[in-house]
């Protein structure tokens, strides 16, 4: 069993920054996709950005430009750097990673707040 866990979440005032981490507890190059996604209040869960083990990346189109996901695999973590986050941009951050097995094999993470102030 594959455990990730985030980190990095807390609280911001719009227009600032913020780095999220997703560390697991094997190897993430077994990975052959990972993304991050977030939840806002009363929302549901939607694809905020996709990295490959061959670290091609695409992002949801309203964070182009402000987030960059990455992958460092000798840490074993995931990243997303967040910027110019905006006002309502409060939610729950969540990594993901899969592997596409006779079954995909899926594994979330618990989730990192993220709460941006005016």
Known sequence: QVHLVESGGGLVQAGGSLRLSCAASAGIFIFDVMRWYRQAPGNQRELVATITNGDSTTYKDTVKGRFTISRDNAKNTMYLQMGRLQPGGTSVY??????????ILDYWGQGSQVTVSP
């Not at 969540?94 to 079954?103: E, H, R, V």
């Open 94 to 103: 969540y990594c993901n990673a899969y592997i596409l097995a006779s079954t």
